[in-house]
């Protein structure tokens, strides 16, 4: 079975604690992906994804949610995955948590992320 190594990706998206959301959203918008790892030095101290977004824009409205800083709206402290574990494993990992983006660390530092969508072409093309 294929490995988080192989599918993940490992150009990421990185923003402080005291980004702006719109910030970071231009910034996921402009690399295509769906989530900003949020960063303090070398520390993973959490995670900003586009549901993260929604439901900012839903609890302070679009205005004050722009300028308000990602740690009011991320998930602080992540889950993780290393690089080794199975596709299989990541996938019942983000089923089971309902994550659709994955950080994944190696001895304690980041060196990826992986999607549900990375996962579900991993899965497709092993079908082929």
Same mark, same amino acid.
Request: hydrophobic share 45%; net charge neutral.
């Given at each position: 079975m294929r490995t988080?190594?192989?599918?993940?990706?490992?150009t990421?998206?990185?923003v402080k604690?005291?980004?702006?959301m719109i910030e970071a959203a231009r910034a996921m918008s402009e690399?295509?992906?769906?989530?900003?790892?949020v960063v303090e030095g070398d520390s993973l101290?959490?995670?900003? @994804? #586009?549901?993260?977004?929604?439901r900012a824009f839903e609890?302070?409205?679009?205005?004050?949610?722009r300028v308000a800083p990602v740690s009011?709206?991320?998930?602080?402290d992540p889950e993780t995955i290393d690089p080794g574990a199975s596709v299989g494993t990541a996938m019942d990992l983000m089923l089971e948590r309902g994550f659709?983006?994955?950080?994944? @660390? #190696?001895g304690g530092s980041l060196v990826g992320v992986v999607s549900m969508r990375d996962l579900a072409r991993s899965i497709a093309k092993g079908r082929r």
């Open positions: 988080v190594r192989e599918v993940m990706s490992t990421l998206v990185t604690p005291t980004a702006m690399a295509g992906v769906g989530s900003a790892l101290v959490g995670i900003f @994804t #586009e549901r993260d977004i929604l609890q302070m409205h679009a205005d004050p949610a009011k709206g991320m998930s602080r659709r983006h994955l950080p994944v @660390t #190696e």
